[in-house]
Every structure is written in structure tokens, then in C-alpha cells.
């Protein structure tokens, strides 16, 4: 770390409710938009740690109203939690405030920061470990919505609006394609091909949920493998995390997104696309972990829709990926060249492998349907 930010970091630590001497900070985790930090403090010879994140601002540009909505679902988790005899310490995320008591700190040079208890013992994966980690992680997203179902969805601020609008999505996809400010297009005929002969597909789930076929509820929106904590000793998905996206949604997309990142035989920048293809045991396992976890409040069209939720969360991702490589990868963190082009490759090639596995997809949710469907 520089100087630079070292100085900033730790004017940061300085402002938050910890409790003991900070001892050591580290960058932590691999998500695309936040930075992390493990901050670790002691008091005698007890150690805690603690979760820091500068808040993307340029993403997200209403932190306050974004800590409002965690500060708001987390309240209301903990009690539910508490209820069923849980431990609300591990199960939710805990916010750290800072020292003038506010759920966020803003530094001398404007960044928004916020602070978690750490959980210990407990681990989030980038790939998919066992076949038992991928149905622990759809059961406890599928729950995860379920006790959400009576959280008054008028109190949440829409963090990024049209976040899963595909049809959105696509115009400005369009839109750099003609732009290509960078001189990257040409480069990319085929893939842009690929986003184009799918067009039409684009906006069903849109227009499903405009004429009332598909409810909105509130929905995680990033229910990325990494994005739940899996407790090391009981293998138990135990807690869901990286609470920002969380906003009225479609059910179908919180199921699709875990099926595009964990279902996947490749990691999702891959150099290689042609690793990457829909795992048919795994997205069994999840499809039967998530409607388990939804306790069979999902609707028939709801359970129609699974395959499709991941197609379209697959193809909307490698759209967006290609969208910033158009435009000069300013969204999403990169770490080496074309980065986001090798992303947006394994998502299509993932979508295209779905495409030959349609049948078999549909006949995994048959298969689980008639357990758990909403009767
Ligand atoms: P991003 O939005 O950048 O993906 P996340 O909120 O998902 O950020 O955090 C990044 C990583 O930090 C997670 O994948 C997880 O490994 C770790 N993490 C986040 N919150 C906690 C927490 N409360 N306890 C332990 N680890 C955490
Ligand atoms: C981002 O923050 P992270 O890494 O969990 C992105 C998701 C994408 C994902 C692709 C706010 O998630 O929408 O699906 O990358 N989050 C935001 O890996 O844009
Ligand atoms: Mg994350």
C-alpha cells in the first residue's frame, strides 16, 4: 500500500468504533467494485477483526441512502434471526459505526467508508468447492428472499437504477458499440454479433413482470458464489453479504446469477472461454438448494422462468463486461489486458452451452418443481 493511502487508511480506522489497537490492515476479497480491507485490533490478548470498505461512489452515488438500506435490512434480519434461535452475531452482517455515530464515514478527500464485524471461521469461494457448498449456498439465497418476503419494499432506495433491466442494458451496450470511443469494436465483431442475434430474448422477463405475470419482491441482485460466508466447521451457508444491490427484483435473477457464476466450469475471467459451460449436476443442485430455501413461495411462471433467469443474468453480465471494455474498463476492477473481454467470453460461451442444454435444464426444474411450488 502507498504512503499516500496509508495515511488515508488509517485516518479512516481512526474514525471508526473499534474496539482495541489496530494492529494490521490488509486488502481483502476479490469483488469488482468496493475495495476491501480486513482491519484486525487488540485489546489485552483478545484479537477482533473487522470488514472496511470504501464504498465505489461513482457507482454507487447515493451512500448514504445505500447504508440507510442495509442499516434498514439487516435491523430486520437480526430479529427474524433471533426468532428462529439463531445467532445474529454470524448470521447477518453486523455494521460497525463510526465514532460520531453515524453507518458511514466520510474522509478528508470524500470517500464514503463502512465497517462489518468480521465473521470468523466461515469463508466465501470463488469456485465452486463441492457439489454440497453450491447446495448450501441455493438454500440460503432461497431463504435469504423468503425472509425478505414481508420487508417493505417502499423503504428501499433503488441503489442503481434499472440494475436488472436487460432490455436497459442492451441500448447502452448499443450505444458504445456505436459510439466505441476506444477503437475496440472492430476487434470484437463476433461478440457483438452474439449480443445482437439475442436481442429479442432481452426483454421477456421485462415484459413479464410489466403485465403482472412475475412479482416484484426484494432480491439480493449479486447472489455471486463470493457473496455468501460458508461456515467452515459445518459447511452451512450461514450468512449472505455484499447487501448494496438489494432492491425490488425478480426472483428468476436471484436464482440465475448464482447458476451463471457457480455453475460454470470455468472461473468467469477465464483466458480460456472454452473451459467454460453450464455444469448440468450443479445447476441441479442449486435448483433444488433454492427452491428448498424458497419453502414454496415461488409461483408456477416463477419456477417456469428458472432457466431463462439464467440465461438472461448470464448474457445481461457478458453484455455489461463487453459494454466497459467498449468503454474503456472504467466499471469493473481489471487486473491485466482485456480482462473484461476474456469475462464477457466466458459468459457467452456459457450462454451458448445453456442453449444446448435447454432441455435438460428444464427437465432439472420439472424434476423439483412439484416439491415446492406455491400451490
Ligand atoms: P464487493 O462488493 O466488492 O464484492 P463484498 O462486500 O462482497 O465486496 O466483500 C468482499 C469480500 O470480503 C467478500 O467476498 C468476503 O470474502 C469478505 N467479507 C465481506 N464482508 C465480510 C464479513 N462481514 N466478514 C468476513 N468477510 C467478509
Ligand atoms: C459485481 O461487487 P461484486 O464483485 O460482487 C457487480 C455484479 C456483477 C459481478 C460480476 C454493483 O459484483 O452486478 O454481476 O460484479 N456488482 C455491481 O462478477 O455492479
Ligand atoms: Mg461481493
Given at each position: 500500500m502507498g504512503d499516500a493511502q496509508c495515511t488515508k487508511i488509517k485516518e479512516v480506522?481512526?474514525?471508526?468504533?473499534?474496539?482495541?489497537?489496530?494492529?494490521?490492515?490488509?486488502?481483502?476479497?476479490?469483488?469488482?467494485?468496493?475495495?476491501?480491507?480486513?482491519?484486525?485490533?487488540?485489546?489485552?490478548?483478545?484479537t477482533q477483526s473487522y470488514i472496511l470498505q470504501r464504498i465505489n461512489h461513482e457507482i454507487f452515488t447515493d451512500p448514504e441512502s445505500l447504508m440507510k438500506n442495509i442499516s434498514g435490512v439487516t435491523s430486520f434480519l437480526r430479529k427474524k434471526i433471533?426468532?428462529?434461535?439463531?445467532?445474529?452475531?454470524?448470521?447477518?452482517?453486523?455494521?460497525?459505526?463510526?465514532?460520531?455515530?453515524?453507518?458511514?464515514?466520510?474522509?478528508?478527500?470524500?470517500?464514503?467508508?463502512?465497517?462489518?464485524?468480521?465473521i470468523e471461521n466461515a469463508t466465501s469461494y470463488d469456485m465452486v468447492r463441492s457439489q454440497e457448498d453450491f447446495y448450501q449456498s441455493g438454500r440460503a439465497f432461497g431463504r435469504f428472499q423468503q425472509l425478505l418476503a414481508d420487508y417493505p419494499a417502499e423503504e428501499l432506495t433503488e441503489t442503481i437504477p434499472d440494475f436488472h433491466n436487460t432490455p436497459v442494458r442492451l441500448e447502452t451496450f448499443k450505444k458504445a458499440v456505436e459510439e466505441d470511443i476506444c477503437g475496440r469494436a472492430g476487434a470484437v465483431k463476433a461478440?457483438?454479433?452474439?449480443?445482437?442475434?439475442?436481442?429479442?430474448?432481452?426483454?421477456?422477463a421485462a415484459e413479464m413482470q410489466k403485465n403482472g405475470t412475475l412479482p416484484l419482491k426484494v432480491t439480493h441482485n449479486d447472489t455471486k458464489l463470493n457473496n455468501i460466508m460458508i461456515d467452515d466447521a459445518t459447511g452451512e451457508g450461514i450468512c449472505i453479504i455484499d447487501l448494496d444491490t438489494i432492491m425490488p427484483g425478480l426472483s428468476i435473477f436471484d436464482?440465475?446469477?448464482?447458476?451463471?457464476?457457480?455453475?460454470?466450469?470455468?472461473?468467469?475471467?477465464?483466458?480460456?472461454?472454452?473451459?467454460?459451460?453450464?455444469?448440468?449436476p450443479l445447476f441441479e443442485i442449486y435448483t433444488k438448494g433454492f427452491l428448498e430455501g424458497c419453502q414454496g413461495k415461488l409461483t408456477r411462471?416463477?419456477?417456469?422462468m428458472l432457466?431463462?433467469?439464467?440465461?438472461?443474468?448470464?448474457?445481461?453480465?457478458?453484455?455489461?463486461?463487453?459494454?466497459?471494455?467498449?468503454?474503456?474498463?472504467?466499471?469493473?476492477?481489471?487486473?491485466?489486458?482485456?480482462?473484461n473481454l476474456d469475462r464477457a467470453r466466458t459468459q457467452f460461451a456459457l450462454v451458448a452451452d445453456m442453449e444446448r442444454k435447454w432441455k435438460e435444464m428444464e427437465a432439472i426444474v420439472e424434476k423439483y418443481?412439484?416439491?415446492?411450488?406455491?400451490?
Open positions: 480506522i481512526e474514525n471508526m468504533a473499534f474496539t482495541g489497537e489496530p494492529v494490521s490492515w490488509t486488502r481483502y476479497g476479490s469483488g469488482h467494485i468496493n475495495d476491501t480491507f480486513k482491519i484486525e485490533c487488540c485489546q489485552g490478548n483478545k433471533i426468532a428462529a434461535g439463531g445467532d445474529p452475531m454470524r448470521e447477518t452482517l453486523n455494521i460497525v459505526k463510526s465514532r460520531d455515530g453515524r453507518e458511514w464515514y466520510r474522509d478528508s478527500q470524500g470517500n464514503y467508508w463502512r465497517a462489518y464485524i468480521f461478440e457483438i454479433q452474439f449480443v445482437l442475434d439475442r436481442e429479442r430474448e432481452a426483454g421477456i436464482f440465475g446469477d448464482s447458476i451463471r457464476f457457480g455453475a460454470n466450469t470455468s472461473a468467469e475471467d477465464d483466458p480460456d472461454c472454452s473451459h467454460s459451460g453450464l455444469s448440468l411462471e416463477e419456477v417456469d432457466p431463462m433467469g439464467a440465461k438472461l443474468m448470464t448474457y445481461e453480465c457478458g453484455m455489461r463486461f463487453l459494454t466497459d471494455f467498449l468503454q474503456g474498463d472504467t466499471y469493473f476492477r481489471t487486473t491485466r489486458e482485456n480482462h418443481r412439484g416439491l415446492w411450488e406455491d400451490k
